[in-house]
């Protein structure tokens, strides 16, 4: 089933356009790696869908809901329910040790500390890093602070989950691990995952690849075959 | 390096680089005025004859009376304490994005001495303009403003011009003095080719110890009134001193208890914390507890001056009360000589708290500008997790009013307990002037919502240092 519809997405910074009418469906449980060269538009098509930015024209839907209109509280509210959004590096709260930041979102729902807690600890098991539960950002290493960050951008169990080339700032083996960890849970409750990266090879671990060039879509393909097909073109 | 290369790495910066040139600038602008203000008091010239002669030509008392020339300039250059600490805030603005420019000075193979000079220039050049447009101010206000009276009375000293060297050592040396301290505080950080590392460590937890600071400075007000009545009155210069170093001692115990308390309001917050914005703020507090002292440090000060003022106001109302009713009796009636001199310089006390207050809420809005644009990636990250801008406003409001409001409360105790122990009983078992409550708490109240409303100024930065284009930035 169609979760997040985009219909003939625009957006343009000043005069240079970013995105040139992109429409793409993402299905319930489906991971959609976003790829192509720097500056294609990866980045601002992410935001667009995620809500963070309006696109100048087009429509964004969740679950039939135009999303591009509603208000910021509104979207703000979405981001932190049923999305789950996780970037490159520095998402997390220096200050806040990681069960706290894990903790946050679920803070901000309303649940009680201990309840809140107990929840981070059980993410942050998930994905191996249980031992960082009392330690802050700046004491873990990048792949540490890579799985907390991803910890947090799961806790609230959101349906589709962004993430904007969350292993950019690891080495290979690190970012592999991470993203392998990413999937399975990903799988294992259904979310969605929209992934932006320009590694093709990462690309292998999704459904569907989406390759950008120029703010329009270049072609799609099977996540496996994908690297093949890019290189091709 | 050429000086005009030199200018050029100066210059060369964004626009906090700006807003701290144009605050280094403003700073300087105006620790000239105090300075010259202080240095025309002093030129002011002695009146012939016996001691107790007057400047006939002025009409405040302050300027008439030769004895208390003395202790009006040092009010005046006490005023350029913050603006200082303004000057000091300022030059952390932008710090770390000029850190960062110096670092990729060293890597473009800069030396280090070579770095500090550019900074050093860029704080110098930028004093150097304050202080000539400040001595601009001060010659054309001093037109503008000499405008005698009926009397042919002077409203302000607009008759006399300090020496010239004088007015030339402020012009010249302040710029001077302030490339001499950036070059001091850029000691603590060494700019490396791979960037900025702080050399000093991570210092520990706070601890009560600046309570007996304040213990002391307290003690030594209540020890000088006794002595000297044991003394019969005998002047002694080394007991003002020792209640100068006390009262010295209480600031400094108030302004380190800040960080203290920071602490303190921080634990404290964290195990009470419900919400998320209050978490945040606990936690930023233990973190950095010394910031408090740090951005409050003017305020605080200000406000120990305010309750010692409060004191000296209740004693010298009291007094006045008393002249008069001894009067009375005597069958003068109301209309006698009524001496008000010293409660109008209490007036003029109260005008320069409120101006060292308003300075000093300057300073903490540069400061919380300052902590909220560094921080902007993790600000815009937040919201685009999609926690509410509203949640981190919160945060910074609970983070600064957490420990001020303590901090104020303190101060204002500290200044009117010490005030009224130096202020003593007008004689043995006379009446005692009631506590000001109403002007301590005037003061206070006054200081709490100079901070509201830097904080809610504060926060109106975080719209658009929480926008998307944030997290390009690295
Ligand atoms: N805030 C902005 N202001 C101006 N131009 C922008 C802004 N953000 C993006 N752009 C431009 O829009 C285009 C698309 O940018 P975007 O960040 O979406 O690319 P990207 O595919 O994510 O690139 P990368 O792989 O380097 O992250 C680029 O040409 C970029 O220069
Ligand atoms: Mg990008």
Request: glycine share 10%.
């Amino acid at each position: 089933m169609t979760q997040l519809q985009a219909r003939g997405l625009v957006k343009s910074y000043g005069p240079t356009p970013a995105l040139r009418g992109i429409t793409l469906d993402i299905d319930e449980g489906e991971i959609v790696a976003v790829t192509g060269p720097s500056g294609c538009g990866k980045s601002t098509l992410l935001h667009c869908l995620a809500g963070i930015l309006r696109p100048d024209a087009g429509e964004v839907s969740w679950r039939g809901h135009r999303l591009d209109t509603w208000s910021e509280a509104a979207r703000s509210r979405l981001r932190r329910t049923d999305f789950g959004v996780l970037f490159q590096f520095g998402q997390l709260v220096p200050e806040l040790t990681a069960a706290e930041n894990v903790a946050l979102p679920l803070l901000l729902a309303g649940t009680g500390r201990r309840a809140a807690r107990t929840a981070a600890l059980t993410w942050l098991e998930r994905l191996s890093v249980a031992e960082c539960a009392d330690v802050r950002p700046g004491e873990m290493s990048g792949g540490q602070q890579q799985r907390c960050a991803t910890a947090r951008a799961l806790v609230t169990e959101p349906r589709v989950l962004f993430a904007d080339e969350p292993t950019g700032a690891l080495d290979t083996l690190a970012g592999e691990q991470v993203l392998t960890q990413l999937v399975r849970l990903a799988r294992e409750h259904r979310t969605s995952v929209v992934l932006v990266t320009h590694e093709p090879r990462i690309a292998a671990y999704a459904d569907r690849e989406v390759v950008l060039r120029d703010g329009v879509i270049d072609h799609t393909g099977l996540g496996l075959d994908a690297p093949l097909a890019g290189g091709s073109r | 390096m050429s000086l005009a290369t030199l200018t050029r790495l100066a210059l060369a910066g964004n626009r906090t680089d700006a807003a701290r040139v144009a605050l280094t600038a403003l700073s300087a602008l105006l620790a000239t005025l105090a300075g010259l203000a202080a240095l025309t008091v002093l030129a002011i010239e002695k009146p012939p004859g016996d001691a107790w002669q007057q400047s006939e030509q002025y009409v405040n008392a302050l300027l008439r009376e030769p004895g208390l020339r003395g202790g009006t300039a040092f009010a005046l250059v006490m005023l350029t304490i913050p603006v200082l600490a303004l000057a000091g805030q300022s030059a952390r603005l932008g710090a770390p994005s000029r850190d960062r420019r110096l670092a990729a000075l060293r890597l473009a193979g800069a030396t280090p001495g070579q770095v500090t000079r550019v900074a050093m220039l860029e704080t110098g050049l930028a004093s150097l303009a304050g202080t000539v447009l400040g001595l601009a101010c001060y010659l054309g206000g001093r037109e503008v403003l000499h405008r005698p009276d009926d009397n042919g009375q002077l409203a302000l000293p607009t008759d006399v011009l300090p020496p010239v060297p004088a007015m030339a050592a402020v012009v010249l040396g302040l710029p001077v003095l302030a490339a001499a301290a950036t070059a001091v505080l850029l000691r603590a950080v060494a700019t490396t080719p791979l960037g900025v590392v702080r050399r000093a460590g991570r210092t520990g937890s706070p601890q009560p110890w600046p309570a007996l600071l304040i213990g002391l400075g307290v003690l030594a007000a209540a020890v000088v009134e006794p002595i000297q009545w044991a003394l019969r009155g005998a002047a002694l210069e080394w007991l003002a001193l020792v209640a100068m170093v006390g009262i010295f001692g209480a600031v400094m115990g108030v302004i380190f208890g800040a960080g203290w308390i920071a602490h303190l309001a921080g634990r404290t917050l964290h195990r009470l914390a419900r919400r998320p914005a209050a978490l945040l703020a606990a936690r930023r507090l233990t973190d950095d507890p010394w910031a408090s002292s740090r951005t409050f440090a003017a305020l605080l000060a200000a406000l120990i001056i305010a309750g010692g003022a409060a004191a000296f106001r209740a004693s010298f109302q009291l007094r006045a009360e008393l002249e008069q009713e001894q009067n009375r009796l005597a069958g003068f009636g109301d209309d006698a000589f009524h001496d008000s001199f010293y409660l109008n310089t209490m007036d003029l006390v109260d005008l320069a708290v409120a101006a060292a207050v308003a300075i000093a809420a300057a300073g903490l809005l540069v400061t919380l500008v300052e902590g909220i644009v560094s921080r902007r990636r993790t600000y815009a990250a937040l919201v685009a997790t999609g926690v509410p801008r509203a949640t981190i406003g919160t945060s910074i409001a609970w983070q600064v009013l957490a420990p001020v409001v303590p901090a104020v409360l303190i101060a204002l105790g500290v200044g009117y307990a010490i005030g009224r122990l130096l202020t003593g009983d007008l004689s043995p078992g006379a009446r005692r002037p009631d506590v000001p409550l109403e002007q301590l708490a005037v003061q206070g109240a006054g200081a709490i919502v100079a901070v509201l409303v830097v904080v809610g100024l504060g926060v109106l930065f975080l719209r658009s240092t929480t926008a998307v284009e944030e997290l390009r930035a690295t």
